[in-house]
């Protein structure tokens, strides 16, 4: 019989997800530096060798081992075996999430109503998960800034787009990185430390987001994130970070707290600047 102490296992790449969310304030400084770069590079968790991912990690083999064992796996390739899975299944498509949708009983006649309950749960949860001192440190940051440089691509992009709709009525200085011709690398190169990098993006992370933070980052741009958890490629080199975690219906997520998020950081930045 396993001891009580120890967890059970998580059987899919969701359950992992939600086990290592909440534990991301308890796990030792090794372990969790394995748990962001597992969130970051899946793919490359689910296929690498012990020795490999431990040198990409940063962190000794043994380091992999602990992990996989805290969260209830007998070893490392028993974890592997869940990121394999996942490597198999993917992100459904948009056809199999109307399935899902279909098998969780939301029927034509009622997909508005539970999206909308959907919705409330994803504010319930963002009224619980924003921080007070990082949401003032973010705001302080995104007034004092020269110029804000927008990021967030794919599904996160209308959340950017909002943002700058509002920052433009509102008169605050603000450029979308929008990718126009494929350049956003160069859109983002006049950023410098006297701006800020405001950087939206959730699981799975667009690597194109991520990839153009760190690159700001290491030139001194301050970076300021919304995403998913601490353990987010993003969370770790930004200034201040804010979580936001969407319900679901089927496979959709919503947008209702990242866009109220955004139009908060908006007012507030507003009101900063005039104050």
Do not use: C
């Amino acid at each position: 019989m396993p001891s009580a102490d120890i967890p059970q296992a998580p059987s899919s790449f969701a359950a992992l997800r939600h086990a290592l969310l909440e534990r991301q304030g308890s796990l030792p400084k090794r372990l969790a530096q394995v748990a962001r770069f597992m969130l970051a590079q899946p793919d490359e968790m689910a296929l690498g060798t012990v020795a490999e991912l431990a040198a990409a990690a940063g962190v000794q083999p043994s380091a992999l081992v602990r992990f996989a064992q805290a969260l209830g796996y007998s070893g490392f390739s028993d974890l592997q075996q869940v990121l394999r899975a996942r490597l198999r299944e993917r992100w459904p498509d948009y056809h199999e999430r109307l399935s899902k949708v279909k098998d969780e009983g939301a029927t034509t006649a009622v997909v508005l109503s539970r999206l909308v309950e959907t919705s409330v749960q994803s504010l319930q949860k963002l009224s619980g998960s924003i921080a007070p001192a990082a949401f003032a440190r973010a705001v302080e940051a995104l007034a004092g800034a020269r110029m804000i440089y927008l990021l967030g691509q794919r599904r996160t992009f209308p959340v950017a787009a909002y943002l700058s709709y509002m920052f433009g009525n509102l008169e605050v200085p603000h450029m979308l990185l929008d990718n126009t011709g494929g350049m956003v690398d160069l859109q983002a190169r006049s950023a410098g430390p006297q701006d800020v990098l405001l950087a939206i993006s959730f699981t799975p992370y667009a690597p194109i987001t991520v990839q153009i933070a760190t690159e700001a980052a290491s030139r001194g741009v301050p970076v300021i994130a919304i995403t998913d958890s601490a353990f987010s490629p993003l969370a770790t080199i930004a200034e201040a970070w804010l979580e936001v975690a969407e319900a679901e219906l089927g496979a959709f997520r919503t947008l209702s707290a990242s866009i109220t998020l955004a139009m908060s950081l908006a007012i507030a930045t507003a009101e900063r600047r005039a104050g």
